[in-house]
């Protein structure tokens, strides 16, 4: 209807992003373009980097995790977004909404989880905020410091190398059987202890920090991976310019057992999973050797083509995009 006013579903989430730009005001000491994974300044000789992230925990909450994992996984998904940009994250402060008839064991078991997860992330829970909600949710906020300038979404080059910290699809495998009714008891122990592990207390590649330090410079983009593979190389393709194509299905070993004992879709457990935590980057090809040394030779998945525009491609085909968006994309 000709003057209806739009809804947030209308607009979906990409779309409400770039609104919001109209209302940041950024300093001239920004390191790092509106969008990317985290916000930050120079601040004399380092580079501080501020991240804030969420969720409505009924939404997040699978039925094997504990309030414990609520707050180490709320921690690990600010802690992916400083890491990605190499930042070693310092501190974090919690906001959580509860209804009232919450149970304190579970508000404890929260705040436990979150301060865990602090610590193994390198830093501390130095603080937050308490509300009252019917709709129970977790907000944290996390500050970082780098000594180098952070590499940005938007920095891949033709012939760089497409770079991942880990193999994926644990978390896509557990989101499966999530959905299709499949008990983690079914599950052979090697497969369902992997899965729970990925889908409850995550931790984002703190190795990635050393090699900021060790391929100063040559780090020419990256991203945090939780809203899905695909969609992380969709964002730096699209940022950058150029296409990419993927040559090798980074896949977990379980994962890929998992998607032939239950015929689940390995690629789409691995390409549209979400929640991995893992940082996605690009890097030039004359420090293959060092990466290699450090990640092994299956963290290199891919090349940056030469050829303008923007998509993924993998098997000969055009990945979608798709990954995860609120309000509907």
């Known amino acids: 209807m000709i003057g209806e006013e739009k809804k947030l579903v209308d607009i979906g989430e990409t779309g409400i992003?770039?609104?919001?730009?109209?209302?940041?005001?950024?300093?001239?000491?920004a390191v790092l373009d509106y969008g990317d994974d985290?916000?930050?300044?120079?601040?004399?000789?380092?580079?501080?980097?501020?991240?804030?992230?969420?969720?409505?925990?009924?939404?997040?909450?699978?039925?094997?995790?504990?309030?414990?994992?609520?707050?180490?996984?709320?921690?690990?998904?600010?802690?992916?977004?400083?890491?990605?940009?190499?930042?070693?994250?310092?501190?974090?402060?919690v906001s959580?909404?509860?209804?009232?008839?919450?149970?304190?064991?579970?508000?404890?078991?929260l705040l436990e989880g979150a301060s865990s997860s602090a610590r193994a992330h390198g830093g501390w829970l130095i603080g937050g905020d308490l509300n009252e909600s019917k709709d129970p949710w977790v907000s944290v906020c996390g500050i970082g410091v780098g000594s180098t300038r952070p590499p940005p979404r938007r920095g891949a080059r033709p012939g760089d190398l497409v770079v991942v910290t880990e193999m994926f699809g644990l978390t896509g495998a557990g989101f499966h059987a999530y959905s299709n009714g499949i008990s983690m008891d079914e599950l052979p122990p090697d497969i369902r202890e992997s899965i729970i592990k990925a889908t409850s207390r995550p931790v984002a590649p703190l190795v990635f920090l050393s090699l900021v330090?060790?391929?100063?410079?040559?780090?020419?983009?990256?991203?945090?991976?939780?809203?899905?593979?695909?969609?992380?190389?969709?964002?730096?393709?699209k940022s950058s310019g150029y296409k990419i194509e993927v040559s090798r299905l980074p896949a977990h070993p379980n994962?890929?057992?998992y998607a032939e004992e239950f015929n689940a879709d390995l690629e789409?457990?691995?390409?549209?999973?979400?929640?991995?935590f893992q940082t996605v980057f690009t890097v030039d090809e004359n420090v293959l050797g060092e990466v290699v040394e450090v990640l092994g030779e299956d963290a290199v998945?891919?090349?940056?083509?030469?050829?303008?525009?923007?998509g993924v491609l993998y098997g000969g085909k055009a990945l979608s995009p798709r990954g995860w968006r609120y309000f509907g994309g």
């Open 213 to 237: 330090a060790r391929l100063d410079g040559n780090i020419s983009a990256s991203m945090d991976s939780s809203d899905g593979l695909a969609f992380s190389l969709h964002e730096i393709s």
């Open 17 to 29: 992003v770039e609104l919001i730009e109209n209302f940041i005001d950024y300093p001239d000491s």
């Open 301 to 310: 998945i891919g090349r940056v083509l030469d050829e303008r525009g923007c």
């Open 38 to 93: 985290a916000s930050g300044f120079a601040l004399g000789d380092k580079i501080v980097l501020l991240k804030i992230d969420g969720f409505s925990i009924a939404q997040e909450k699978l039925p094997w995790n504990t309030m414990f994992d609520v707050g180490w996984k709320a921690i690990t998904m600010v802690s992916s977004d400083l890491i990605c940009k190499g930042s070693t994250p310092l501190g974090f402060m």
């Open 268 to 276: 789409e457990l691995v390409f549209y999973g979400g929640e991995e």
């Open 255 to 257: 994962a890929v057992k």
């Open 96 to 109: 959580v909404g509860l209804d009232e008839h919450t149970f304190l064991s579970e508000l404890m078991g």
